[in-house]
């Protein structure tokens, strides 16, 4: 057993289940909107407004938001602790990794909220 | 024919280079990498490896030879093309020449507790399995711990302290699916962190160098799926 402090998940499994749910969630949300886009044909910013008005949608934005920030702060956290043996670089570099997924969060969250 | 060789002592050289060597070697001839080898160290006793049984059993005389990992002694000479530049296992400290320092390799080894764990009441004479219980072990127990799968896979490279490695976790799941074992539960709790078992990224580097034909992904995915279905 190896013990981990600045991984997302409690374990090996967690990280690993986190990553694929995640990607699945993406990957509907990318089909979803790529399907608004064709099937809107002029997309005006009023009908993208009307679009994220729906509470459908700020869930949906949300949990893809979500899915982005914790597959980010896996896979980068995997490559930080595949490529950067130097312990003072990969801390710096997991810090703002971590900064940046849980800042990335928060400004989603009050962007969906005022619309 | 041409040979080109990793030297490298590190008592008396300031960094590795590669010896080129020249041996005649008779056409149509069947011999192995390894026999070449020693008659290189007749022309250059100071050349160093390991090996013992000469027939891919004991797994000494692993290396990396023309890029690929394999057993000196059961590689043909007609199968590799020339020059034929061998180097020793890579990712492990060079103790000289092509002799790696494996104690990292087999300390995940150690790790995986590569012995069977039974606490129920000893049977009047021995554990039984059924033919089936049997054919489970197939593919798994004859793993020689030759290194060639563990130090070709960038996982292990980059981890070896974490990440169990290819020929730990084939011994890990053969341990796993024995039907006399008792620790199943212990055995994954121990395995269920972010490197030993899922480091592995599925590249297969293992099953392409193999010598004995093994398949450790295909080892690293039942344990996966053993995780799963003890987590989820
Ligand atoms: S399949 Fe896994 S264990 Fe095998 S070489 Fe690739 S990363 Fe390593
Ligand atoms: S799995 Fe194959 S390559 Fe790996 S140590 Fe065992 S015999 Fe050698
Ligand atoms: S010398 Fe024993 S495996 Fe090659």
Redesign the interface.
Known sequence: MVATVTSLGRSGLHDWIIQRLSAVIMLAYTLYLTYFVISTGDVTAAAWQALFATTFMKVFSLLALGSIVMHAWIGLWIVSTDYMPKLAIRMIFQAFVIIMCLALMIWGIQILWSI | MKFSIYRYNPETDKKPYMQEFDLEVPEGSDMMLLDAMLLLKDQDATLSFRRSCREGVCGSDGMSINGKNGLACITPLSSLKAPIVVRPLPGLPVVRDLVVDMTQFYKQYEKIKPYLITNDEPPAKERLQSPEERAKLDGLYECILCACCSTSCP?FW??PD?FVGPSGLLQAYRFLIDSRDTETDERL???????????CRGIMNCVDVCPKGLNPTQAIGHI?SM??KR??
Request: hydrophobic fraction near 45%.
């Open positions: 996982s980059w981890n974490k709790a121990d395995l269920d962190d972010a490197y030993s078992v899922f480091r996966r995780l799963l987590g989820v």
